[in-house]
């Protein structure tokens, strides 16, 4: 795995959400010995790719943060809800024991119907925030339109916040 977040838990637990070596999986290992050990990873996702624009170098790099409540929340770019996988959006697993994953949903900053193709995500939360009131806020690149080329690549940047 590379990419690793580890993450602390109150309880001493370590949960670390990244990408495996081939960059087709989102995976996390957990230390139950405050991060002393860990044990083998499990797969969160499989990550659903397409070339970005420009020949851009664009590994999926997930970002992580934890709640008040140690619920762990993790963000990459995937164009699995996309036809034709053309563009990505941004999509969050979350877990409270690093083991079982909800299921991937998307993050909805853009309709599915866009040229928007959104990368490199970085995720936060605020302190003492946790569950239905936590509050995430999430910045981003993105391409305004898959289409660019790399002698025009107009890269933006955004914030989302996910209340």
Partial sequence: MFALQ????????????GSDASN???????????????GAPVTVSS????????????????????????KVYTVWQDCRFRTG????????STTTDGTTWSAVTRI???PTTSTVDHFLPGL????????????LGLTYYYYPNTSCTKNHLPVGGGLYFLD
């Fill in 24 to 38: 087709g999986n989102i995976q996390s290992t957990t230390s139950t010995d405050g991060g002393k050990t860990f």
């Fill in 124 to 135: 936060a939360i605020e302190p003492n925030t946790s569950g239905s009131t936590a509050h």
């Fill in 6 to 17: 580890p993450l602390s838990l109150s309880t001493g637990r370590v949960i670390a959400p």
């Fill in 47 to 70: 990550i659903s790719k397409h070339t970005a624009a420009g020949n851009l170098r664009d590994l999926v790099l997930p970002s992580s943060a934890v709640d008040a409540a140690d």
């Fill in 108 to 110: 909805p900053i853009d």
């Fill in 85 to 92: 996988c053309a563009e990505y959006d941004l999509v969050m």
